[in-house]
């Protein structure tokens, strides 16, 4: 069980298959496990890399509320690829692991190649939007202190099937993670110059607008809507998710990779 040691907090990874990097990051309080029914067509012609947020399912869950952050996540993402040997990669996740690959773009943005963009909302540029979503946060936090892993059982399926050891990660990174500073990543999307997809649910309402403005706002996206699907797109919809995004990969393959902004 491949693990690298961040400042003494471990993360957990895994590697399948061989070939140009693809490192997929699940959503909150969920974990790698949700790409199960995608691995094998992924990892048919690419290094497909999954691996567990910290406070989430195999990885650490550390005591210090400092220990979650933006930052620190992104610099996670960074020490995976470097365990595995990718100096760059197709970067992409699904809610919280789609706005933490746009994160990482505005960190690294050499080290994209593409960016998969999934049910992800891109922050907010008011303060008053993003202040009712980091009290939503915060309440979340709470909730799973008080509720334990119960929370889940009524989430969405990439949630609710999640294993994690117990709730008290998903507590301090609700309150470290999920929530938001400023405006730094929406603000960014005019200036990606790396090729991206854009997925969505069709009956993920409160993706919808998001994905939208993501795929009008960053230079020569795509954008799938997949009928029948909620937020746990790959989930709901395996096969019409696996049909969005591997035509998307194989373009990649077939010119010569894009530079990235330096």
Known sequence: MPKVNRNGVDIYYEVHGSGPPLLLTHGY????????????????????????????????????????????????????????????????????????SLAFYRAHPERVRA??????????????????????????????????????KSASRERSDASHRDASGLARAARGMLTQRDARVIELLPDITVPALVVVG???????????????????????????AGHAVNIDQPQAFIDAVLPFLASLDAKPKQKAAS
């Open 202 to 228: 069709a009956d993920d309402a409160p993706f919808l607008a998001a994905s939208d403005y993501m795929a009008a706002k960053i230079p020569g996206a795509k954008k799938v809507v997949i009928p029948a």
């Open 29 to 100: 309080s969920s974990t790698s496990a949700m790409w199960q029914g995608q691995i094998e067509a992924l990892s048919k012609h690419h290094k497909l890399v999954l691996w567990d947020m910290r406070g989430h399912g195999r990885s650490d869950y550390p005591h210090d509320p400092a220990s979650y952050s933006e930052a620190l996540t992104v610099a996670d993402m960074a020490a995976v690829l470097d365990a595995v040997g990718a100096r760059s990669a197709v970067v992409g996740g699904l809610s919280l692991g789609g706005y933490m």
């Open 115 to 152: 960016l998969l963009i999934i049910d992800t909302g891109p922050g907010f540029k008011k303060d008053d939007a993003r202040d009712a979503w980091n009290k939503r946060a915060h309440d979340t936090g709470d909730r799973f202190e008080r509720e334990g892993l119960s929370v889940l």
